[in-house]
């Protein structure tokens, strides 16, 4: 039954030109320790939710072009003995490539060899401190 269901699902996306799809997930990292004199650290990024989106252009019947962009909630931290620090913050990866396919839109399977480019971006967004100047 469950199969039945993926292929009529699958029906109306063969042979598009055009992709536009949506993500979601839980993203992981591994934290990281610090060693000093003091003693050890564990700094590393909360693991959070994770959303993205991809849009493709098959432009020709071999070659396609992507575009998928992913943000991660997480929050940056340093647990430490007698200091924990957390604070709010979130990554963005953009990628963008091109697919190059062995055979054209009409087939069924369609091997292909994918090359691209990307960042990511890490943002901390740390409170403003408001400083006041007292006149004497």
């Known amino acids: 039954m469950k199969y039945v269901f993926f292929i009529l699902l699958a029906g109306p996306a063969c042979a598009q030109q055009y992709e536009l799809g949506a993500d979601i997930g839980y993203g992981l990292y591994r934290d990281g320790s610090i060693y000093s004199e003091f003693g050890t650290a564990q700094a590393g990024i909360r693991n959070r939710f994770a959303a993205g989106m991809i849009l493709a252009d098959e432009f020709s019947n071999y070659v396609a072009a992507e575009f998928d962009y992913l943000y991660h909630d997480g929050h940056p931290f340093l647990d ?44 901390i967004a740390v409170p403003r401190l408001i400083h006041k100047r007292f006149r004497k």
């Open 80 to 123: 430490a003995p007698g200091v924990k620090s957390d604070i709010q913050g979130q990554s963005d990866a953009l990628t963008v490539g091109l697919l190059f396919h062995f055979k054209p839109r009409q087939h069924r399977l369609r091997p292909f060899v994918a090359g691209g480019l990307g960042a990511k971006e890490y943002i």
